[in-house]
């Protein structure tokens, strides 16, 4: 693939993807989850990040989607590119890391959308707050994985532009 409005296309889809999701999830754990603790009542509070989350949630979903239509691509076309697999560089070894993290990544989002937040919700409207807790900490466990992936993700798909 040597047309550069591809690349280039496929590229700013992948860029655009990530920035949705590790943005969204920055911006959630720096800003919004904080402000909303600080400012709401702890009902409302749940309900505000409940529908926000179901909204984000759209958006997350998509973004996996669309980084891993664009990342095969990207992946094949690189000079480095040998197989999934391949250790014999380092360009291979950061790569099977980064995809690792992604994998990571795509997993967390799942338990925390489909899993943890509706047994939170859950338990928040039955006014179980012993389990609330449980689950609003396995959440900002979770929440804390998936920031450090995301990190992570990000500093070896730098690293990887360089070698």
Request: hydrophobic content about 55%; charged content about 15%; glycine content about 8%.
């Amino acid at each position: 693939m040597d047309n550069l409005f591809v690349k280039t296309f496929l590229d700013v889809l992948h860029v655009l993807a990530t920035v949705i999701w590790i943005g969204g999830m920055l911006v959630n754990f720096l800003v919004i989850r904080p402000t909303t603790a600080k400012v709401l009542e702890p009902a409302v509070a749940g309900k505000f990040t409940q529908a926000l989350m179901k909204r984000f949630r759209i958006f997350v979903y998509a973004s996996i989607v669309i980084l891993g239509i664009t990342g095969i691509p990207m992946n094949i076309v690189s000079e480095h590119y040998e197989s999934i697999i391949y250790f014999e560089n380092t360009w291979g070894i950061i790569s099977f890391i980064k995809h690792l993290l992604y994998g990571l990544l795509v997993i967390l989002a799942v338990l925390n959308f489909e899993v943890i937040g509706p047994r939170l919700a859950g338990a928040a409207s039955g006014g179980d707050q012993v389990q609330a807790a449980k689950w609003r900490k396995r959440l900002a466990m979770s929440g804390m994985v998936a920031m450090a992936s995301a990190i992570g993700t990000l500093i070896l798909s730098s690293m990887m532009r360089y070698l």
